[in-house]
């Protein structure tokens, strides 16, 4: 079964800061996503990373990944209070069709 | 395009009420997601289905729950009857799926507003 583990859970940061969540994966995959959700929204799609030393970038975040170490990070440059949500990455397992599984999702604080 | 939408937004129900959830997906797209989130649990994949189909249903917690897909553009979640431990949020979501394209930026599932579920 696969697991997809995120950390930290939770994050405070100050405005300014950089700093990067983790998404461990436990069997081999071919695609990776990056989901953001503010509270009470819905999810958003942020990025897709389908290779090993895929890497995209959108503003002050930075998603790479890593099949070999089946690790993906999510990198915050210079955080703004505009950046606080919570972050999931979702994992694809070759053979299952289009069904992704979800982490446990990290909750981003961003203070002045 | 209007994205997935669901309906009702927000449902407040009785314990013993049967509840139905509503979905209609983005057109096009050949897969649908049901997802239940709660602080607890975080966000768990109850069924998906390709083509209306269901291709995985084992997340569905009991057989209180069903889901169908009698087309292409609208499914149904049905809990009946509900019980208060069924409040969450439940998200519905849609994606084109490779199978078409054979590239896996059409695994993206794009997620509807959700509807809060409260049972009394």
């Known amino acids: 079964e696969l697991k997809v583990e995120q950390n930290p859970l939770f994050l405070s940061m100050q405005e300014g800061k950089n700093y990067t969540i983790y998404c461990n994966y436990s069997?081999?995959?071919?695609?990776l996503y990056w989901y953001r959700q503010d509270p009470g929204k819905s999810l958003e799609s942020l990025f897709v990373l389908l290779s090993n030393g895929a890497v995209k970038q959108e503003g002050r975040l930075m998603a790479s990944l890593d099949t070999k170490a089946r690790l993906s990070t999510l990198h915050i440059t210079a955080a703004v209070h505009d950046l606080s949500a919570t972050y999931f990455c979702?994992?694809?397992?070759?053979?299952?069709?289009?069904?992704?599984?979800f982490g446990t999702g990290t909750r981003l604080q961003v203070t002045l | 395009d209007a994205g997935v939408i669901q309906s009702p937004r927000h449902e407040v129900t009785e314990m013993g009420q049967e509840v139905t959830l509503r979905c209609k997906p983005i057109s096009g797209h050949n897969s649908l997601f049901w997802y239940r989130q709660t602080m607890m649990r975080g966000l768990e994949l109850l069924i998906y289905?390709?083509?209306?189909?269901?291709?995985?249903d084992s997340g569905m917690p009991e057989d209180r729950f069903s889901a169908k897909m009698p087309n292409a553009s609208f499914s149904t979640l049905k809990i009946q009857p509900s019980e208060p431990r069924d409040s969450a949020v439940y998200f519905c979501?849609?994606?084109?799926?490779?199978?078409?394209?054979?590239?896996?930026?059409?695994?993206?599932?794009?997620f509807g507003p959700g509807t809060r579920l409260t049972v009394l």
């Open positions: 289905f390709n083509n209306n189909v269901p291709i995985d």
């Open positions: 979702a994992v694809g397992v070759t053979g299952t069709a289009s069904k992704l599984t």
């Open positions: 979501a849609s994606s084109q799926g490779p199978h078409l394209t054979g590239h896996h930026e059409a695994d993206t599932q794009y």
């Open positions: 069997t081999t995959s071919d695609r």
